[in-house]
């Protein structure tokens, strides 16, 4: 067997033959080592993609993990605002100030932030979130139907993101 070496500093490249003892010790995966391998990939992808922004009307809202639990603390305060008998459409207000939150969104624009524009983020977030596990475990289904995992596509089908 013969393999090509090449210094890229110098651009020598030679050919160089192998022993049977240095083919034998050529790392070989196995398939479940390369669908292991592919696996990790789109977990990765899931989960860059995850944070990638959720939807709500025409405007994308963060869905980085920080954004998550401010979006989080802003459903709860537009649920104690409904409880105490704002509407869903009342203007979202900071706790201490009791300032109407304008919220700024992916695009850089601000968004005056009600009640049900708070719920409705979270809920967008939870869909988004859904969506790409179920993309993932698609993904996942047809990797593992392949006999190589490491050539499989896993960048297509995937729900959309801010900025695609």
């Known amino acids: ?17 192998l022993t049977a003892a240095e083919v034998a ?7 479940a080592q390369r669908q292991d391998a592919a696996w990790t ?3 990765s992808e899931r989960d860059r993609r995850i944070q990638k922004g959720a ?24 649920r104690d605002q409904m409880a105490g008998g704002a509407l869903a459409s009342s203007a979202l207000l900071e706790p201490t100030t009791l300032e109407p939150i304008v919220w700024k969104t992916m695009d850089g624009t601000f968004q005056p932030m009600t009640c049900q524009l708070a719920i409705d983020i ?16 698609a993904h996942q289904t047809a990797m593992m139907a392949s ?6 596509n896993h960048l297509t ?3 959309a993101i801010f900025g695609t």
């Open 1 to 17: 067997m013969q393999r090509i070496e090449s210094n890229c500093a110098t651009g020598v490249v030679r050919t160089v033959e």
């Open 25 to 31: 010790a050529i790392p070989v995966l196995t398939l």
């Open 41 to 43: 990939r789109i977990k």
């Open 55 to 78: 939807k709500v009307g025409l405007k994308w809202y963060h869905t980085d993990d920080r954004s998550t639990v401010q979006h989080l603390g802003n459903k709860d305060t537009a």
């Open 122 to 137: 979270v809920k967008a977030c939870k869909a988004q979130e859904f969506a790409h596990y179920k993309a993932a475990v």
């Open 147 to 152: 006999l190589t995992p490491e050539t499989y």
């Open 157 to 159: 089908g995937w729900p």
